[in-house]
């Protein structure tokens, strides 16, 4: 509640066309609604521009699908994020609507159509191995209303596959870039274009990969500049970020 | 012992009131059983103020079994934490009052009631996931004497769900905050309240959360004053520091 | 703001004791004073118990100095930790009062007495190095209004001096325990008393005691109950938490 | 160079408007300068949209000037970062028009004024100890055509701070968060707006801090969307990347 | 496409002989072959001087069929590394060719001998349990048509084993030593000959030898000159390099 | 070979009471035997006064069952270390002497009687959980020809129940202190007892004990003197060395 | 006081031979010493064999003269480690017998002379920039009453000049090896001789040596039985255990 | 010695050519000399191929000038790293021919001309900064006997620079990449030659390149192949090995 909307309140108040208790409940608005094991941000929308997801892993199933089932009567787009198959099984009973990409591990629900801006996000992979978490972010961005392109397995062990996909990739508002081993593509991809990249580094590779730490601290210090990084794997991140850059 | 039990066992070995035999086994007194395995701090409770809590991680389950054996003939409360549901059932087998509680994985006889304090412990988690521990961390609480109130899900990222339940928190005499991830929860709690805080990282996160590090730092570096942290996932340690403070 | 305090504030607009202009100021009230690089937390004390402490490294004398200036209006006790001396002779012209503890590295104004509680926290060390970190938790819980008693040099390698010194901890509403190098005295100083340990690991050591990590580490793992810990080196946070409690 | 400029080249070499030599020169055009210890990037304009920039750390006071000289050539703004007061001396000789900011350590020379958008970039911080972090997004921000509104001092151990700057927040169109510690204002400002949030982590903070370690994954991990995260005490960093989206 | 090679095109294209669109499609020239989830890099052996390896892990059974399929139409040697039972059976299929090592875990396919030069390639292992990794850089060497000496178990628990197979270790071009644990045979081995020594950390040991870190280190640390170390595991990656030095 | 042996040899060479063919041989004597894959090393009890122990772990059953074989024909006692079941039964079916401790997870052939010292080796252990490990020291501590006496569930918790113990432990020749969690046992009876103390950190614990590392950073660290540390978990290398200690 | 002692008290207190005030005062007997900001340990001699040895790293100059002024009073043999120059001059005013090694960094006075066993203690180094350490051990075991051979810069590259001294080294009664980088010289003396072996990894190296850490790791791995290790650097812990096995 | 040398030996022996004390001094040939605090490898050479070479650091001045002095004797070229210009100083003393160069801090004394091959080292970095450790490798590389080429300032944040010296690159037998921060160079390097690249990690950077660490892991994880490591920094250890590969 911002400094305006006080006033209007408390005008209101003092003009008897909102009581004191109505005053009280809107100030303590029905931000959330309480299930127990959880709250659901009712408001987020209104707040951050997108309804609240579900992040699956280390819930029960009986948890997400309860979630799912209250979210269902706000008619909104639903998105569950680490989700497995038995999840997407329960929440199917409830809705028939709802998706799952086992590349992704997602769960989706589209409940309406969204308007989606003329620009694009590009998403570049360096291997076939990082292609579940471009899945996820590719899930994320487009049920959150955007177009997205994809560049799959072009590593810089053959930057010629690369160069080759310049046009795409430079033609694109915001770029994510997902990599694991030692995650050089964001420093090459950077250093090519003047478009945002957000890379997310992925726990592909072994031994001193240390399971996605390499790519993440070789992102962290790209010598290439507009480059910032995500947790590793954590596609559904970046794919949130990129939709947020790619409607301003 | 101290000096002042010294001096009085001396004085009684001089006054023939004590053998010296006696005065000998007194000083070395049968302070712990012994089952070849495991040797049973009996007198615990006396120095401590709570009895002994089974640590069950590692231990066989005839370990488990003969270690609760050995504690019902003292009539106590018992605890046992990181319990498996075999081990449940193998306590069960000699103590009908045994319970299990699957989330907290712990097994609990309650052989006495403990009075309790007026004032409670407030046990508060960043979301759902973050529930095993603090479950942990209440039935401990409760175990030991006291009443607990818990404030589930109210994590940074939807803020308002915590301002609701602020009354709640502020009226513990003492709050546990468990939170995973970035652990943020804990630094906002502490910077609003003037109650000691026990922070419980978790170990819910992916990538560099690296199973409760990432919340355990964050915690440690917390800007605001009046929080100390415990292990990983440590809701028994929590529960337990919580009932001294609570009793205090 | 509680919800009794706003229906009262609410109620007050609507009778026309509080102009809704007065009403907005009283909402986004005066709860901090903004000096351009600082905003000083001038409600802390109602909200959180104490007033705002200054934490004065990464800040440059004349930050420090204007911060104090400042604080001074409010007639509070004022606590600069991790000062330099150049702080104290900056604040020292503008307070004859100012005091500097060169072993805590404190500065310290006392512009008003505290009534102590009855009971008193227990500081002990492990070495005769630990005790800069000592000190500032004293420094600070003496400030705040509290009785302190220290336990200098008492390492689990003379486990004796520690036993000689028993009674002393022992009658403490709170202990803090400082320790570097392995940490073992918390251990065993948790597994002889019955009152809340805080555990504060020391930079003291070399080589693998990694500036003080070693001791963090054994003090989370701590196979002693009642324990928690407070960041490397923090004797600060120690003597806050610690006066919280004692004061309970 | 992207298929129609080669098919343009090619087309013109045919029709001899171009000579193969002249073809090869544009095809290995003059797209650096060769310093002998630098090669610097004069075609990165129109790559990726900014002139290099002068990483002026671990390279000698000659080595930045000589730079500085061969860029004056081009016109363009520069900026230095890292730099020492001694480089700044030296380039001060070459050129009446640089600047050095002691907070930020840079130095920068503005040659000619560039348009700025409408939308501005929000840069908050967390202490006063993170100014100089800050400092340096803010220069590199302003001298790159954008407008900055700066928040300083609202971390969450006051959190009402940062409630009462919350509409400068969010009426950036690209919001910096800088902070040390435990970093946890990245999620509770990312979980009250809707616009992207650059986390910036600084070496503020002792002990487990690690030198922003602790502060950078604990951003990595936020619970709130819409964040990414750029290298410790990367404010040029991110002050570019907030330019590049607050130019989109 | 070097200067010559442009300059010729150049000139065809002027001269006629080679269309502006020819001219385009040869320097866009068809350098890779897209699987979809893959671009196979078709012309690595001409710019590498080996064709692509598939690193099966990460990938599916189909996605390696589909790739093996592809590179059977260019009738080059196939080696596929950290490759399943499953995946062979798959390939099996396909190619009759096809032959499976359990221990380095690779799939081979011989569709031509290539010559061997007489020098050879020794690799020599501390331990039994460091062979799987031996034998992949075996497998990889001798495919890239390499004569390979094994020389197994001759850590420096036991140094005379080394010492009587020196001069088999000393004959080679090249040395590849593969050890787990301290890796202290690196050390020894680079100590006694004048050969260039790729290190290969192994996994073997527990506790603090982390998976291959603690030799990793060591091997970085080698106090004899002439040693180079690759990931740990990394048999290919030691072949191959073996085999690049081996043909020099 | 010393210089006294070489000059005997030679002489014996010069008097043709030995051939140039047998001095070649004698020099490189056959100090082992090679299976292909593993070199048995026959001449290790000369040398460091043991005959070569079997580590198991990364063998194949057939393997250990081999080198089994061959050392059977020696006459010595055989042990095996981190064992499985499955190589026992194997080795069963070659030595009936053959027995396997399945929490030591050893397994022994005991083909003659060694003279034991007076003296005895002590194994104190922290808790119930480290016990596998402490047998594992037991059982290679007794097959070298030592009287081992152990003392289980001493930690600090409850340290009264070590001091009742101390008789024992001090009566020892060497010390071997088995420790989870914060391993602080190992600095409380290093500071009790004149005697070496071995120190073996054990991977019991969670969270923040990093299997084990805790443990062996704070018994590195330890403020007693007269301490020593192997490997985590490493209970064979404990005995062994303690052996060694005890004969001397 | 172990059961004898107390059971002999008794009798006397019983007897009238020991009034009950001085039972309780042997009991709580002066086994210490109290300057206040340190505890010296008066009877560590009769418990560990040693008297007390002074860490002086972080004490301040005053403190150390202080503490060396009371042990002077005892007559025992005086050990400061870490100790600085400004210190031993401190220690010179009160004792002429105090003398200072530069490069061990000890202070020592020599009260009486202590009878030495005939067997020798071998220190051996792998380069020369590890003789600090190796200097700190052999000033520990020669005040302790030891004879010590040096063997110095035989490290693994040069494994001959190893084998040449590979005589003094088999005839000490325990070992002592130094070595910092990869450490492995601990291995190779491991597998050639049959004493106990203590490893001092030094922080001798750069980069990935990281201080010591990457030797301390090997040595903690070493494939050779019969070694243990301390901490970094520590050539006082080294020199101390091997006076006490040397003594056995 | 190998067999040969030995059947050789023993025949003179035999045949009284060589006395037997002859034999046994040949047998312990003085292959090393003593200075007391180093034993320099004489025969290195002859067993490695190269002369010694003085890691200067953690020598004191006097012992690196010792050092020298006895080497000078020998004739060869001298070579020290990690000099300090005090030890220049000092070796220049004692040789008129001692060069030094700052930036590689390295100390050369050339006191014979060695043969070069026709092939040459290429030494390439990524940025500036980079330099003084690509200037160890030429300076060692150089003083072995072989030709260089260096290539400054490639970073892939401006890839057409390496593209335009890809020949040289390409022409070399061997190639040294130095780079610091992420070390995408390597991995873009190895992707397009087909010659050994020896990656060398450098300091170059701030926050999390944790002082090469990042970079390193980047270089041991990346998805060229022909790649190999050596320690941070180590631009002695690239020179060595390269000199080794391209005199092969």
Same mark, same amino acid.
């Given at each position: 509640?911002?400094?305006?909307?006080?006033?209007?309140?408390?005008?209101?108040?003092?003009?008897?066309?909102?009581?004191?208790?109505?005053?009280?409940?809107?100030?303590?608005?029905?931000?959330?609604?309480?299930? $127990?094991?959880?709250?659901?941000?009712?408001?987020? =929308?209104?707040?951050? @521009?997108?309804?609240? &997801? !579900?992040?699956? *892993? #280390?819930?029960?199933?009986?948890?997400?699908?309860?979630?799912?089932?209250?979210?269902?009567?706000?008619?909104?787009?639903?998105?569950?994020?680490?989700?497995?198959?038995?999840?997407?099984?329960?929440?199917?009973?409830?809705?028939?609507?709802?998706?799952?990409?086992?590349?992704?591990?997602?769960?989706?629900?589209?409940?309406?159509?969204?308007?989606?801006?003329?620009?694009?996000?590009?998403?570049?992979?360096?291997?076939?191995?990082?292609?579940?978490?471009?899945?996820?972010?590719?899930?994320?961005?487009?049920?959150?209303?955007?177009?997205?392109?994809?560049?799959?397995?072009?590593?810089?062990? $053959?930057?010629?596959?690369?160069?080759?996909?310049? =046009?795409?990739?430079? @033609?694109?508002?915001? &770029? !994510?870039?997902? *990599? #694991?081993?030692?995650?050089?593509?964001?420093?090459?991809?950077?250093?090519?274009?003047?478009?945002?990249?957000?890379?997310?580094?992925?726990?592909?590779?072994?031994?001193?990969?240390?399971?996605?730490?390499?790519?993440?601290?070789?992102?962290?210090?790209?010598?290439?500049?507009?480059?910032?990084?995500?947790?590793?794997?954590?596609?559904?991140?970046?794919?949130?970020?990129?939709?947020?850059?790619?409607?301003?």
């Amino acid at each position: 509640m911002n400094s305006e909307e006080i006033m209007k309140l408390l005008q209101e108040v003092k003009e008897d066309k909102v009581s004191v208790a109505e005053g009280l409940a809107k100030i303590k608005e029905g931000t959330y609604h309480d299930l $127990g094991y959880a709250k659901i941000d009712t408001n987020r =929308e209104s707040r951050v @521009g997108y309804p609240e &997801v !579900i992040y699956c *892993a #280390g819930k029960t199933v009986e948890q997400v699908k309860g979630i799912v089932e209250f979210m269902l009567t706000k008619n909104n787009n639903i998105l569950g994020t680490r989700a497995t198959y038995e999840m997407f099984e329960a929440v199917k009973e409830i809705s028939d609507a709802a998706e799952y990409n086992a590349s992704a591990r997602t769960i989706t629900i589209k409940n309406k159509e969204i308007n989606k801006p003329d620009s694009y996000i590009a998403i570049v992979t360096a291997g076939t191995s990082d292609m579940p978490v471009a899945e996820e972010a590719a899930v994320t961005a487009e049920l959150l209303g955007n177009r997205v392109e994809k560049v799959i397995d072009v590593g810089v062990a $053959g930057i010629h596959r690369l160069f080759d996909k310049l =046009e795409v990739i430079r @033609g694109a508002k915001v &770029v !994510i870039v997902v *990599a #694991g081993m030692e995650g050089a593509l964001v420093s090459v991809v950077g250093g090519l274009i003047d478009k945002p990249v957000i890379a997310v580094p992925t726990s592909v590779g072994y031994g001193t990969s240390f399971g996605g730490i390499t790519a993440l601290l070789a992102m962290l210090n790209s010598c290439a500049s507009g480059v910032s990084v995500v947790n590793i794997d954590n596609g559904f991140g970046a794919g949130y970020l990129a939709s947020m850059i790619n409607k301003l």
